[in-house]
């Protein structure tokens, strides 16, 4: 099936969570090699920590700006404030948080204070401009209690709070990425655009080398109001390479 593609090519983003490794033992070459890949605009997580404090200078040195950055629950909790802070000197309009803490998602009691606690981050950071969102992984479409945690969550969140949804993961649940972004069109801002390779193992790949169909979860995001088309691996086998392999996927769908 052919597909009519609206997405552009300064919709697409890299989570730098893919290069984390090459960034731990050079952040200002690897931001670089990012760049050469083709992006200019990235979601932070996997940067290390000591800097974050120079990360807006590195960013724009390799010509990127940030879209978005997960920050955990628990740093959400203890340091609100540092982050927004943070976020602000980055020009970087979102956050999101990347899972819910183990030891609190095991009900659908806790699923929901735990829903109830992201909707109060997110109206505390609105007042900063600053916009709340979640990613899941598959653990949320587990059973739980005759339901799940992404149903309750999807009930439970504040509409303010916006989803990132990656494919990759949402397949692996058992899940159609497509059906998934169609029927929360009113939240899905960003995609995780990771592809799942073939093998009965769950394994990711770049986007358009493996057996999910990227072309319709992207033409779905588009209808939906998807903002950021954002590649990421969580164990790429070359990271530098499989960047642009993604990239160049995504390009070649944009439209012209």
């Known amino acids: ?45 996997g940067v290390p920590e000591a800097a974050r404090s ?14 978005a950055a997960h920050q955990g629950l628990e740093r ?19 956050v999101v ?49 005759g339901t799940t945690a992404w149903d309750v969550l999807l009930t439970e969140l504040a509409p303010d709070v916006e989803i990132e949804l990656d494919v990759y993961w949402a397949a692996v649940g058992g899940r159609d990425p497509v059906e998934l972004i169609r029927a929360h069109r009113d939240r899905v801002r960003l995609l995780h655009v990771k592809d799942r390779a073939a093998g009965a193992e769950p394994r990711d790949a770049p986007a358009g080398e493996g057996i999910l169909d990227i072309a319709a979860i992207v033409a779905a995001g588009d209808e939906a109001g998807v ?7 969580d164990e790429p086998q070359d990271p530098l390479r499989d960047i642009a392999t993604a990239y160049r996927y995504l390009e070649s769908i944009s439209a012209p």
Do not use: K
């Open 97 to 145: 948080v990347p899972s819910l803490p183990d030891a609190e998602r095991g009900t659908v009691d806790g699923v929901r204070r735990l829903a109830a606690e992201l909707s109060g981050f997110a109206a505390s950071l609105a007042e900063r401009g600053i916009t709340l969102g979640y990613h899941n992984h598959a653990s949320e479409f587990a059973p739980l209690d």
């Open 76 to 94: 959400l909790r203890s340091e609100a404030d540092d982050i927004a802070d943070w976020l602000a000197g980055l020009g970087c309009p979102r």
């Open 227 to 233: 903002e950021w088309f954002v590649a990421e691996q």
């Open 1 to 45: 099936m052919t597909y009519r593609q609206a997405m552009r090519a300064d919709q697409i983003a890299l989570q730098l969570y893919t290069v984390r490794r090459l960034a731990a033992d050079d952040l200002a070459g690897t931001l670089r090699a990012v760049a050469v890949a083709g992006y200019r605009f990235v979601e932070i997580a």
């Open 54 to 67: 120079s990360l807006s200078s590195r960013l724009a040195d390799a010509g990127l700006r940030a879209v």
